[in-house]
């Protein structure tokens, strides 16, 4: 299922700022976290990569461990 998601641009006197804003619903499923810097990727025309940084994924994984097991 897509998120259908509208591409801001805020203009000023010398600068101009886009902005993409996630679905609450998207971005718990990918666990981010308050302040996470993530890095994007032009892949073609049409889409676009959201990569995380490996601290990011190393500490996701580390908390996967500690969960008990049900």
């Known amino acids: 299922m897509g998120y259908p998601t509208k591409i801001q641009l805020i203009k000023r006197a010398k600068s ?6 996630f679905p609450s619903a998207l971005a718990q499923a990918i666990e981010f976290e308050r302040g996470e810097v993530v890095e994007w990727l032009i892949d073609n025309y049409q889409r676009l990569v959201l990569m995380r940084s490996d601290e990011s994924v190393s500490s996701m994984k580390k908390k996967l461990q500690k969960k008990p097991k049900a």
Do not use: I
């Open 16 to 21: 101009e700022q886009w902005y993409v804003n």
